[in-house]
């Protein structure tokens, strides 16, 4: 499951940036926000936003993501996007481990 270590390492690198707590309470403390996107979980093309026609000319995110956006002072964004299927696998690993 190395696209599920590889967008932890990214989800965690960005909380330690910005001095999240381990357990992500109040992150908007810290000037972080997230959007979801998509209707599918499934975790086939990771963390990559994608969209797809729904045959009326309209384009929709496919699978489901979730931004997570820090915005400093000055207006500037660092995003970090995370798949929802594979951060819901990672619990599930995570959860494994611990119980091992």
């Excluded at 707590?21 to 975790?43: C, F, K, M």
């Excluded at 299927?85 to 494994?96: D, F, K, Q």
Aim: glycine share 8%.
């Amino acid at each position: 499951m190395s696209y599920v270590a590889d967008e932890m390492r990214e989800l965690q690198s960005f909380a330690e940036k910005y001095g999240l707590r381990e357990d992500w309470h109040e992150p908007d403390e810290q000037s972080v926000t997230a959007r979801v996107i998509g209707y599918q979980l499934d975790n086939a093309f990771g963390n990559m936003p994608y969209s797809i026609d729904c045959g009326d000319g309209v384009k929709e995110q496919h699978e489901i993501l979730v931004i997570i956006k820090h915005r400093d002072q000055y207006g500037i964004d660092d995003t970090v996007v995370v798949n929802l299927a594979t951060l819901l696998a990672a619990g599930v690993e995570l959860n494994n481990r611990m119980s091992r």
